[in-house]
């Protein structure tokens, strides 16, 4: 499954983070990526890993990324609560940088906050439930 944010779901989160200025490299890595989350955080995790990794080599380091990830944000009480506050009041620009921040403060990985926008815009997009489910090993 290839998850994209819509031209209309970008244009929402760029209105809402226009100050937050991480963001921006998470948006300029959506638009090279024609809004595919996954190839955004692909992108960025070979990127801040800084190592020249290529083809299955890059979608191996986003995998091991996320499965850790997942483990560290699917059963955090904390961020489920912000995350359903977050979707109670989706134009509040300081709920979503919230999030962004939340996730890079929890997370024991190195994780730089455009590398947790699209994280947080990946939950947002499927769910949180949804995406621990769709990211659980097999």
């Given at each position: 499954?290839?998850?994209?944010?819509?031209?209309?779901?970008?244009q929402?989160?760029?209105?809402?983070l226009?100050?937050?200025a991480p963001a921006?490299?998470?948006?300029?890595?959506?638009?090279?990526?024609?809004?595919?989350?996954?190839?955004?955080l692909?992108?960025?995790?070979?990127?801040?890993?800084g190592?020249?990794?290529?083809?299955?080599?890059r979608e191996?380091?986003?995998?091991?990324f996320?499965?850790?990830?997942?483990?560290?944000i699917?059963?955090?009480?904390?961020?489920?609560?912000?995350?359903?506050?977050?979707?109670?009041?989706?134009?509040?620009?300081?709920?979503?940088?919230?999030?962004?921040v939340?996730?890079?403060?929890?997370?024991?990985?190195?994780?730089?906050?455009?590398?947790?926008?699209?994280?947080?815009?990946?939950?947002?997009?499927?769910?949180?439930?949804?995406?621990?489910?769709y990211?659980?090993?097999?």
């Amino acid at each position: 499954m290839t998850t994209q944010l819509s031209p209309a779901e970008l244009q929402t989160a760029q209105t809402l983070l226009h100050d937050y200025a991480p963001a921006q490299t998470a948006f300029a890595t959506l638009r090279e990526q024609d809004n595919r989350l996954e190839a955004a955080l692909t992108e960025l995790v070979a990127e801040a890993a800084g190592t020249a990794a290529f083809g299955p080599e890059r979608e191996k380091l986003r995998d091991v990324f996320v499965r850790n990830l997942r483990r560290e944000i699917c059963g955090d009480d904390s961020f489920r609560e912000k995350v359903e506050t977050y979707n109670k009041n989706p134009g509040k620009a300081a709920l979503l940088t919230g999030l962004i921040v939340y996730v890079v403060d929890i997370v024991t990985l190195p994780i730089n906050p455009a590398i947790a926008t699209i994280v947080v815009l990946w939950v947002l997009k499927l769910g949180l439930r949804t995406f621990c489910d769709y990211t659980e090993p097999t």
